[in-house]
């Protein structure tokens, strides 16, 4: 069975400032997908940035990248020149790539970021 | 284009009542998911639904039944609420074979039992 590890409950960060979420997982497929996700305070998900694990290159969305270490299983999401708007909750996320794939995703326990201006 | 839609946003129901949470999604996507959000726990899958006419069991299927109605629908019931589902709901879909994988989620069903 699939499982991901986000093992910052909370951090923090000033405004304009770099920060990493950490995530790891365990799984022994070779081919799968990897997601951040945010909530905000409004509660809607929404996808920041995914990336499939075939390819070599980091995934990046404008100020979101992520680094992508298979042999390692793990996925951190860095945020560039934070705003006050990543305040939010973000999930690393798995899922396996499979003939009829189902989509199904295995969450991480989330990581609660606060941007402070 | 509403994407997915959830009703209710909010219910209170005692130990014992029963409730029917709906979702719709108008992307004619194949699958569908419920979720439910606890704190410290991330989200994990109660049901989902490959395909219409197919249904099938998640993490934590105990205490939930599913019935994907048509492509659009896909409801979530509780035959007998306990205060252990208390917690957020949330409705997904997707285009598995789409090459995206991108899950559209709901805004969420804060359920309380008492």
């Known amino acids: 069975a699939q499982t991901v590890t986000q093992s910052q409950p909370e951090m923090s960060v000033q405004e304009a400032e770099t920060v990493t979420l950490s995530c790891t997982y365990d799984?022994?497929?070779?081919?799968?997908?990897l997601f951040w996700y945010k909530q905000p305070p409004s509660r809607q998900m929404i996808l920041v940035i995914r990336q499939e694990a075939y390819k070599q290159q980091n995934a990046t969305e404008n100020r979101f990248s992520v680094n992508f270490q298979k042999a390692a299983k793990s996925f951190s999401l860095k945020i560039s020149d934070s705003q006050l708007g990543d305040t939010a909750m973000y999930f690393c996320?798995?899922?396996?790539?499979?003939?009829?794939?189902?989509?199904?995703?295995?969450f991480g326990q989330g990581t609660t970021l606060q941007v402070k201006p | 284009n509403a994407g997915v839609t959830q009703t209710p946003k909010f219910q209170v129901l005692k130990t014992g009542q029963s409730m029917t949470l709906q979702c719709a999604q108008d992307m004619n996507h194949n699958s569908m998911y419920w979720y439910r959000q606890d704190p410290g726990m991330g989200l994990r899958l109660i049901y989902y639904?490959?395909?219409?006419?197919?249904?099938d069991k998640g993490e934590v299927p105990n205490g939930y039944n599913v019935s994907r109605l048509n492509k659009r629908e896909f409801s979530l019931r509780l035959e007998s609420a306990a205060p252990s589902q208390t917690s957020v709901y949330f409705c997904a879909s997707s285009e598995a074979d789409s090459g995206s994988y991108e899950q559209y989620f709901g805004p969420g069903t804060r359920l309380t039992v008492t």
């Open positions: 639904s490959a395909s219409e006419g197919t249904t």
């Open positions: 996320a798995f899922m396996k790539h499979a003939a009829g794939n189902t989509g199904k995703l295995i």
């Open positions: 799984t022994s497929e070779n081919n799968y997908y």
